[in-house]
């Protein structure tokens, strides 16, 4: 089961995965307001959760803008691919140019995971997907049980993640998700980083970027 929750002016989906054990993960804890952070309190407290993992997709600040709050909130560590650690050592000029608020994200705990890794929580797991392009350190998230993949800004409907930023590029992109996201089954749900979700099959067919 699946909970997105679209928070700060960027409009960047956080995903809350969960199964009936109560258990969950959250993926991009993007919030940048109190009122955007009540909104993940108040889930998982009307639906009795437990929170085992904090994920990024990658560290960009507007999906990290909240990381720090909820490594503090919950008690646990921010996983991420290592590669993308140097987007952390920035953070606050990321935030300045973005018009974030943040505070304490240099003194955040980090985990470093990669694809050999399988994230688990109650009776589910999450493979990952080492993506880079966007930016490097880009991970994707995929459950076969539920049939979806979390892209962060991978792959969108009808688009790809921008390569122009520092660390970007067009044909590692296009090769990550080629051999990550389009091998799977054609209806897997794409949750992507910001706006729709869209699915494997779709993309496969409709995207413009991708031949």
Request: with cysteine.
């Amino acid at each position: 089961m699946v909970k997105v929750f679209v928070f700060n002016h960027y409009e960047v989906n956080c995903t809350l995965a969960y199964d009936n054990t109560k258990e969950c993960v959250l993926i991009d804890v993007c919030c940048q307001d109190q009122s955007e952070k009540q909104e993940i309190i108040n889930f998982i407290k009307e639906n009795d959760l437990k929170v085992k993992h904090l994920l990024i997709t990658h560290a960009h600040i507007d999906h990290i803008c909240g990381a720090y709050w909820a490594t503090q909130m919950f008690n646990l560590p921010l996983k991420m691919h290592h590669d993308g650690e140097r987007f952390i050592r920035i953070a606050d000029a990321q935030a300045q140019m973005m018009g974030f608020e943040v505070d304490g994200i240099e003194n955040i705990s980090l985990e470093y995971i990669t694809k050999e890794d399988v994230i688990l929580f109650g009776n589910s797991k999450l493979q990952i997907f080492e993506t880079p392009g966007h930016c490097a350190g880009s991970l994707c998230f995929y459950n076969n049980e539920e049939g979806f993949v979390v892209t962060g800004d991978v792959l969108f409907r009808d688009s790809i993640g921008r390569t122009d930023l520092p660390t970007g590029d067009f044909d590692t992109l296009i090769s990550s998700i080629k051999n990550n996201l389009f091998p799977l089954a054609e209806n897997t749900i794409c949750i992507c980083g910001h706006g729709p979700t869209t699915t494997i099959g779709y993309e496969k067919e409709n995207n413009p970027f991708i031949n």
